[in-house]
């Protein structure tokens, strides 16, 4: 059952309304023939890109006796939270996609970086735009106009990108400081869209920031905010703007175990740094919130939080990165929405999902979704309609190899093919990867951090189709195999779909290496086959 917040009383904000000037403006419209949104109402999208929950103070941060995101907390407070959200991916292009689209990447067939998504699969901006409202996107990591990944600014009457045209170069030796130079360009153009838009007709703006991703690199006033201790590793003390090789060095030997074991301070220190940028981060969401409030628009805008994944912070394996993790570390997300209709301090335990946020922004909106999507709305529970979310399980992809399968409450890990994924640091070292179990099981209330697999040393051969599992763990495995065998899921991943110059601006970002290839795959390795053990 959801819970209330306890110091805010739960109650939904009735819709404002602009008067005279929208009236004209829709009469005008519809002399013209031309759609007219049903809802006088705005959309505010912000997704913070590799933000794991459990990082927010609304999400139970309080590791430095104040929370590292305040105005993420205030929104929380002010509108309902989805304690369990899952994304489908912990990598950003997959995960984005099916955020965008209410689809699975098997679905869409966007299962890695810098593949495309096929025309057929229409975005949330798109169906907006059709709609008649004034779109704009302004996303820090993706290349708006490139003929392959531009697919995320459809629909967007305006749109812009952190690279601001120089994404060619971009090499691991200056991302830590151009992180911040890409999300200060989508803050300023995404300013700028607001400042231009019509006041008397609704407008949906999405912005996504970049900064919190690898390397922690955090701006200078915020470097020794937390973790700071005289028993840190050198290049945890105090990094810069031009530190991210050293950084990167040191995190990634730590993981390839060319190291003792980090110690606790360090830990703590690369959590410190990690949050500072969210700290950080939640300041470009108190500035764009407060434009709004400027405009007078705040209370007419439906504004939804969430990112696209979280970062595993040494919690497998000793990695510290999200790109071949399944875990919930990773694969949690926050999930806030808040605006006109929706309760007040409302948390909800029962689950939902990325996928879901498309068709709940347009029912919010009141516009239809697209049949074949995958999500479902979650707005009955936003507006107290329901008690549940309705959504009884959430699954996890990484490409066409491994999968998982959430209640929220359990967790079960399916990997047939005994699969390693190698992404960074392991790309760079031959024989090495993220060590995943051929079958893996766990409690997520007694175990949240997935520690105690459940079902080590089970042999697959012996599944006998779930009967052989424990009974807690049987209906996840039947939703696996139903997801499995559904036609959109099926296939295998194309894997000729990432082209040599797409590979080479992924290595330039740490995500593929030139390690050994493993069936036509550089970023996977397969251990034992798990039948015979």
């Known amino acids: 059952m959801p819970d209330r917040h306890p110091s805010v009383p739960s109650r939904s904000r009735p819709v404002a309304r602009r008067g005279a000037a929208l009236v004209a403006a829709v009469t005008a419209t519809l002399a013209c023939g031309e759609p007219t949104p049903p809802r006088d109402v705005n959309l505010l999208l912000v997704s913070w890109d590799t933000l794991r929950a459990d990082r927010l103070g609304a999400y139970g941060n309080d590791e430095w006796g104040e929370s590292p995101s305040p105005r993420v907390d205030a929104l929380a407070a002010s509108g309902v939270v989805f304690e369990t959200a899952y994304a ?46 004034q779109t704009g996107v302004f996303i820090a990591n993706f290349e708006v106009a490139h003929p392959v990944e531009g697919w995320v600014a459809r ?28 999300d200060d360009r989508v803050e300023r153009a995404a300013a700028a869209f607001l400042r231009g838009v019509d006041t008397s007709r609704p407008f949906a703006l999405w912005t996504h920031y970049y900064d919190i991703h690898k390397p922690y690199n955090p701006p200078a006033g915020l470097v020794d905010r937390y973790g700071t201790s005289p028993d840190v590793s050198g290049p945890l003390e105090a990094p810069g703007p031009f530190s991210a090789p050293q950084l990167e060095l040191f995190l990634g030997s730590i993981t390839l175990g060319r190291k003792p ?68 570390g990773v694969v949690r997300v926050p999930l806030v929405v808040a605006g006109p209709d929706v309760l007040e301090g409302l948390r909800v335990r029962s689950l939902g999902r990325t996928i879901d946020v498309t068709p709940t922004v347009l029912d919010l909106l009141g516009l239809a979704a697209d049949p074949e999507m995958e999500g479902v709305s979650l707005a009955p529970v936003l507006r107290g309609e329901a008690a549940e979310t309705g959504v009884d399980h959430a699954v996890v992809e990484w490409q066409d190899l491994i999968f998982a399968v959430s209640d929220g409450r359990r967790k079960l890990i399916y990997n047939e093919r005994h699969t390693w994924p190698r992404k960074a640091p392991y790309a760079y070292v031959d024989g ?55 036609p959109r899921h099926s296939g295998e991943m194309d894997l000729d779909t990432l082209d040599e110059a797409a590979r080479k601006r992924l290595a330039q970002l740490g995500y593929v290496g030139a390690g050994s290839v493993s069936d036509g795959r550089s970023d996977s390795m397969f251990a034992d086959p798990c039948v015979t053990r």
């Open 88 to 133: 489908p991916r912990g990598q950003t292009h997959p995960s984005i996609g099916s955020l965008l689209t209410g689809k699975y990447p098997a679905t869409t067939g966007l299962r890695e970086n810098a593949y495309p998504m096929p025309e057929e699969h229409t975005t949330l901006f798109e169906h907006l735009d059709a709609a008649g409202y």
């Open 155 to 182: 629909g967007a009457d305006v749109s812009a990108d952190g690279y601001g045209g120089e994404r060619t170069g971009v090499t691991q030796k200056n991302e830590g400081k151009l992180q911040v130079e890409w």
């Open 261 to 328: 074991p980090a110690s606790d301070a360090d830990l703590v220190r690369v959590r410190g740094l990690y949050d500072a940028t969210v700290r950080a981060t939640d300041d470009r969401l108190t500035r764009i919130l407060q434009q709004l409030d400027d405009m007078g628009e705040l209370e007419d805008t439906y504004v939804v939080f969430t990112s696209d994944h979280g970062e595993e912070l040494y919690d497998h394996n000793r990695y510290f990165y999200h790109g071949a993790s399944v875990y919930d």
């Open 432 to 486: 090495v990867g993220f060590e995943i179990d051929c079958i893996e099981a766990y409690d997520l209330v007694a175990d949240p951090f997935e520690q105690t697999n459940l079902l080590e040393g089970f042999d697959l051969a012996a599944i006998d189709g779930g009967r052989a599992l424990p009974e807690e763990f049987r209906p996840l495995y039947r939703a696996l195999r139903d997801f499995k065998a559904d």
